[in-house]
């Protein structure tokens, strides 16, 4: 079954489909919980943070709060103006010292002063290596420190890919590579020899009545963020079958019909001589 080819999604089209997935997601108060876990068990004291693709600022605002948490100080990358523009408000509020780097991160970049803690969440679909990448960032960690990827597990919206990416011809590649899960991310990091500590979190997605008939504009904007392209723009006959993937993988819980959409906390440590520790 073959389509006319179709572009992904442009930079316009990406923010407003994924201000629709976030209202159904309800990922990021588990994600937070485990950020506060990773760094009360593993640093000491107040910790400089380096936090790459920032975004609007939405994980720091909400770490700023925790009692349990001390900063030091805080950096970021985010090269999306209009998110750094939300994000400049938000660090000149924040009671440690802030900086923002409005560029985009990658394994050439170079990384000013040391971090205790560097945080990449939901950014590495946007990386050409993602490995390398957090590869890159970690190297810029002080002794004892920790580089955490907040990433999609390898199921639902990756498993999509390899089911449905063969019935319709892409035309321009995607912005946020939803291809990439912590299944390849760790593959990276083992070909170069770093054994993260992976954790699997349980993150659904909450997809009540988004299969019902008045909803279609809602699915479709749902279904076009996991795919990166216009999923109105797929053949019936295909939108069908992958909107019946996604319902058939959902569980009705307490009157809410959750989708099983997993992320991966994948965490390497760095100490000083640069051999890589993978769980302590
Ligand atoms: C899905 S959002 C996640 C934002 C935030 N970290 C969160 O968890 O809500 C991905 C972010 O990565 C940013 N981004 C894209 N390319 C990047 C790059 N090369 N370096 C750093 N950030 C990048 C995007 O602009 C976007 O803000």
């Known amino acids: 079954m073959h389509t006319k080819p179709l572009p992904s999604l442009d930079a316009r089209r990406y923010a407003e489909t994924f201000a629709i997935f976030l209202q159904r997601s309800l990922e990021y108060d588990l994600m937070t919980a485990e950020i506060e876990r990773v760094i009360s068990t593993r640093l000491r004291g107040p910790i400089r943070m380096l936090d790459i693709g920032a975004g609007t600022g939405c994980v720091i605002a909400d770490l700023a709060q925790r009692p349990a948490l001390a900063f030091a100080g805080y950096a970021a990358f985010e090269p999306n103006p209009s998110h750094v523009q939300v994000l400049q408000t938000l660090l000149t509020k924040l009671p440690f010292p802030a900086q923002l780097q409005a560029r985009g991160f990658d394994e050439g970049v170079q990384i000013e002063g040391q971090h205790d803690f560097v945080l990449f969440s939901h950014s590495l679909y946007w990386m ?38 063969d019935q319709y011809l892409r035309l321009s590649p995607m912005l946020q590579n939803n291809r990439i899960s912590s299944h390849e991310l760790v593959a990276g990091l083992r070909r170069r020899g770093v054994e993260p500590e992976v954790r699997i979190l349980k993150t659904p997605v909450d ?74």
């Open 128 to 165: 050409r290596d993602p490995a390398a990448a957090m590869l890159h960032a970690a190297a810029s960690l002080a002794p004892g420190g920790v580089a955490m990827a907040l990433i999609q597990g390898p199921y639902g919206a990756h498993a999509l890919f390899h089911l449905f990416e």
């Open 207 to 280: 997809l009540t009545g988004m299969f019902d008939a008045g909803k279609v504009h809602e699915l479709g904007e749902f279904m076009s963020f996991l795919l990166q392209l216009e999923y109105g723009d797929l053949p019936h006959r295909l939108q069908l079958d992958i909107a019946q993937y996604v319902e058939g993988g959902c569980v009705e819980t307490d009157g809410r019909l959750l989708w099983y959409l997993p992320n991966a906390s994948v965490v390497i440590s760095w100490p000083v001589d640069g051999n890589v520790v993978a769980d302590r």
